[in-house]
């Protein structure tokens, strides 16, 4: 027997996969829904390179093309569009659920089509899970605990969610996006994640997406005033985008359903947060007050002592080391305007 023998290195494989140090996970088929998106175009790179074969489901509504361009010659990458509104079949083992605009402006924008997405959109990919026995994970949000009575949030926290307001296609459609995931999981007997996501930023984020920290670091870069909404002492954390990436993909391997909290628990007002902008961008930007949304949530940070406890994850990257990472992003962005 040779080095080059297929027996040899299947040997040598087998055992190398003993040693935890060099451990890979085994190659999988994996779908990612809205993966042409700020997150999920995230998620596919790292899914990629640990060696998955990887489908993106997209409708192109907030996401780009060019999120996952640099794939398209991969042959273990495709890209498809369509909209999980409608049924779809394809065989998988693993379904990151993400589709879903995410942005206030987006999900605003057409609220009967957003609580589609996070009614009909989940009930076929869940239907998808169950029929192929594939593991579902849905990317639901921390919006689900609405105006929180409870701080900082954990996941046996109820919430506090207006069900008739300019917010709960959003909020309610998540909620409902849960409920059928458990069900799913409790009726049909599918493997099911749940990711509580807060607030999370990166590059790729959508220019004029409306969320704070992109319209505050494009308002900065286009020397705009930044524009806070009411006394702009709400408070939000904010999470680096690899590290949320880090957490789907940890939880979608472990053996817990969740639901989990994934953000970083650093709090800032958004006063806070416009001076951590000004000092990274431009010191002489300015602000500028503007009325406040309907039913914006006062304040809110995850409690994460479940995602440590039981995934062994935390985040690493704090806002001052993440934005200008993002900063990058968004100046070599604007300048090609
Ligand atoms: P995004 O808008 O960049 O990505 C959403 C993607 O889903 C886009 O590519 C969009 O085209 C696609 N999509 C929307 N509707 C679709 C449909 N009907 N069919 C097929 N594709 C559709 O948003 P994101 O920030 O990347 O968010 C991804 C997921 O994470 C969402 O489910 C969102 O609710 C959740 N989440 C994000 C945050 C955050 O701060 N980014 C916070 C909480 C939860
Ligand atoms: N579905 C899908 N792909 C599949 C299997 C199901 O898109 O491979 C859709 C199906 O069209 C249905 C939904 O998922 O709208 C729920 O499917 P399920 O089998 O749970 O329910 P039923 O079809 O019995 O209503
Ligand atoms: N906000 C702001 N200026 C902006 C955009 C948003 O002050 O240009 C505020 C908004 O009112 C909210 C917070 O920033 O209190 C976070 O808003 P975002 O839309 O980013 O996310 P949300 O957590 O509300 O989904």
Redesign the pocket.
């Known amino acids: 027997v040779t080095d080059r023998s297929p027996i040899f290195s299947f040997a040598a494989r087998s055992s190398a996969s003993r040693v935890p140090a060099g451990f890979r996970p085994p190659p999988r088929r994996v779908v990612v829904?809205?993966?042409?998106?700020?997150?999920?175009s995230h998620l596919v790179d790292r899914l990629l390179e640990q060696g998955d074969s990887v489908i993106v489901?997209?409708?192109?509504?907030?996401?780009r093309k060019e999120n996952v361009a640099h794939h398209l010659r991969n042959p273990r990458f495709e890209l498809l569009r369509?909209?999980?509104?409608e049924p779809i079949l394809l065989e998988v083992d693993r379904i990151y659920h993400?589709?879903?605009?995410?942005?206030p402006v987006?999900y605003k924008y057409n609220p009967i089509?957003t609580i589609k997405?996070n009614v009909m959109?989940t009930l076929n990919m869940l239907g998808l899970a169950k029929r192929i026995g594939a593991r579902f994970l849905l990317?639901?949000?921390?919006?689900v605990y609405g105006d929180p009575l409870e701080h900082p949030q954990k996941e046996t926290y109820w919430g506090h969610v207006n069900p008739i307001g300019v917010r709960s296609c959003?909020d309610e459609g998540?909620r409902t996006a849960e409920t059928l995931t458990m069900d799913y999981h409790r009726g049909g007997g599918v493997a099911v994640r749940i990711a509580r996501?807060?607030?999370?930023?990166g590059p790729r984020?959508?220019l004029d997406?409306g969320?704070v920290v992109s319209n505050f670091v494009a308002q900065a870069l286009r020397r705009q005033p930044m524009t806070v909404y009411g006394d702009g002492k709400q408070t939000r954390s904010f999470q680096y985008v690899s590290d949320l990436v880090a957490g789907l993909m940890a939880l979608m391997e472990s053996d817990h359903i969740g639901p989990f909290n994934l953000g970083n628990p650093g709090e800032f007002t958004m006063l806070e947060l416009a001076e951590v902008v000004k000092q990274t961008i431009d010191p002489m930007s300015t602000i500028e007050f503007k009325p406040n949304t309907a039913d914006d949530p006062h304040m809110r940070k995850p409690d994460i002592t479940k995602a440590k406890q039981l995934l062994g994850w935390e985040p690493k990257v704090s806002l001052k080391e993440g934005l200008p990472l993002m900063v990058t992003d968004f100046r070599q962005r604007i300048l090609d305007e």
């Open positions: 829904t809205g993966g042409a998106g700020f997150v999920g489901v997209d409708n192109f509504f907030t996401g369509h909209d999980v509104v993400l589709a879903c605009p995410a942005s987006h089509k997405t959109g990317t639901s949000t921390s919006e959003y998540k996501i807060f607030n999370t930023y984020m959508c997406d969320r």
